[in-house]
């Protein structure tokens, strides 16, 4: 055992075999440090991997609500590029994208995997794996149920469940995870998804605006 002299602790480290015949290290410290904040293993709740843009997601949200409102009932039985959808089909699948990335951040909060660093082989788990079929096709089969006036109230309040769900545990969008039948590896490409549907929808909503009505984001729609 050798002291290690520091500018204001003292530290000794003690190297022992394993049986596997791999050094484990071992921390000992001393009353100077006695108070300090022991080491955490996993990322901090409420530190998120990177920024999150919330403004710009909040005008995307306020600019398709708009021209939802902007548009006439039966336009929305429109067909869309996507073959066999509707305009109602892609605004379903802005809500369902919402549902998707609250449930998987939730639900992976309720258990967040630790992580060593580095991780030893035999603490390394399998990614949480998620089934997300069904609750997408709730999600459609509502917005396929509802009215102008409903769609409206159903992106409101999917968009409100992503945005807490982001706002509560957005550090844990690059945690691997699994999602059946797609190549989604992280909560990350599921906020992805969801700008995608989002900007299709829009430009979908923005070439069915009645002639001379234009809508600049976060704009109210025009008296009907």
């Known amino acids: 055992m050798r002291p290690l002299r520091g500018p204001s602790k003292r530290v000794c480290i003690e190297l022992a075999r394993a049986p596997a015949a791999r050094a484990s290290v071992q921390r000992v410290t001393t009353p100077d440090d006695e108070r300090a904040e022991p080491p955490m293993r996993g990322p901090r709740p409420g530190d998120p991997t990177t920024p999150l843009d919330e403004a710009g997601r909040e005008r995307r949200r306020a600019a ?45 909060a309720a258990d967040p995997p630790e992580l060593a660093e580095p991780p030893e082989p035999t603490e390394l788990t399998a990614a949480p794996r998620f089934a997300l079929r069904r ?77 001379g009505v234009e809508l600049t984001p976060g704009a109210e729609a025009p008296p009907r």
């Open 135 to 211: 609750l997408r096709g709730e999600v459609m089969y509502r917005a396929h149920m509802r009215n102008r006036e409903g769609l409206a109230e159903l992106l409101a309040e999917t968009g409100a469940e992503a945005e807490r769900a982001l706002s509560a545990h957005g550090w844990l969008l690059d945690l691997p995870i699994e999602v059946e039948g797609s190549g989604v590896t992280s909560a990350r490409d599921l906020l992805a998804e969801r700008g995608e549907r989002e900007r299709a929808a829009l430009q979908a909503l923005r070439a069915e605006l009645p002639p």
């Open 64 to 108: 398709l609500l708009a021209l939802l409102g902007a548009i006439t009932e039966t336009r929305l039985h429109r067909p869309a590029e996507t073959e066999g959808w509707t305009l109602r089909h892609l605004i379903g699948a802005v809500a369902a994208a919402d549902r998707a990335l609250a449930h998987v951040l939730d639900a992976v």
